[in-house]
């Protein structure tokens, strides 16, 4: 339902795959600030309304407006310059590339005062390489992550968690104010989804605002204010993590596959 500073709204969204509908007139908004969780069975649409938002498909129908802007069928690489990124349910680092050089191919905004650099106050030097500055921020990156250790290792040496945390690092490094993230926990160790989601807290308190797929409840649960639910391309219900727990239709969608 309508929220009281919408970041991101994406209505009556559909995508069609040959005879496949895969979403099917979904209607949603995420408040600004906010850590939101978007679940639902397996085939939902969850990840295809992820794509769809991003630009990685062309709606068949519908609107996607972020932060005012209408964006529907912009590339990737446009939506992320207007400040909205998603990570994927696999993450797509270059296995052969080290961590620092994956990082270092990130598509870039301009670097100028990002809400990083805002809410980051680093002693500010005369940096008149562009590509010494963007290698500044990778590493200050990864050091909040505490993967800086591991700058020099191939991304195919990393373990699964390792790899999502420099998903996040590298999305991060895009100048973002919304982040999509898809099943950040997946594969990754209990301490290190606990740092991760540690994280996503210290990013919302600065200021990201989060939509997050994850299956796993306790997580949407105990970490987001606002759960949407998907079942079959639509949404099914919404509201604060109690009302989705105890209601009927969501647990019908669940059990009933
Ligand atoms: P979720 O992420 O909620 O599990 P998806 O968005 O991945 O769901 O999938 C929704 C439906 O669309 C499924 O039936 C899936 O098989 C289908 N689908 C997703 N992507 C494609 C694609 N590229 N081509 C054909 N069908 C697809
Ligand atoms: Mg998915």
């Not at 938002?53 to 590339?75: L, Q, W």
């Not at 759960?227 to 604060?240: K, N």
């Amino acid at each position: 339902g309508p929220v009281d500073d919408p970041i991101l709204r994406v209505e009556n969204l559909v995508k069609h795959f040959g005879g496949i509908t895969a979403v099917d007139g979904a209607n949603f908004q995420v408040e600004r600030g906010s850590i939101t969780g978007l679940i639902g069975p397996n085939g939902a649409g969850k990840s295809t309304t992820f794509n769809c938002i991003t630009g990685v498909y062309d709606p068949n129908d519908g609107a996607v407006v972020f932060d005012g802007t209408d964006i529907t069928g912009r590339d990737p690489h446009w939506v992320a310059n207007q400040g909205l990124v998603r990570t994927f349910q696999i993450a797509r680092e270059l296995p052969e590339m080290t961590v620092l050089e994956n990082m270092m191919l990130a598509p870039k905004n301009q670097l100028g005062e990002s809400l990083w650099r805002s809410v980051v106050p680093i002693a500010r030097r005369e940096v008149v390489d562009q590509e010494e500055q963007l290698r500044e921020r990778a590493w200050e990156m990864l050091e909040f992550f505490e993967i800086d250790h591991l700058a020099g290792e191939y991304a195919g040496n990393l373990s699964g968690g390792q790899r999502k945390l420099l998903e996040l690092a590298r999305a991060l490094l895009t100048d973002p104010e919304m982040l999509l993230l898809d099943e950040p926990m997946a594969g990754v160790n209990p301490s290190l989804e606990k740092k991760l989601l540690s994280h996503v807290h210290e990013l919302q308190e600065r200021g990201y605002t989060f939509l997050l797929v994850e299956h796993d409840m306790d997580v949407i649960m105990n970490h987001c204010e606002h759960v949407i639910v998907m079942h079959q391309g639509t949404v099914l219900a919404e509201g604060d993590p109690a009302d989705i727990k105890s209601n009927e239709e969501v647990i019908e969608a669940y059990l009933g596959g």
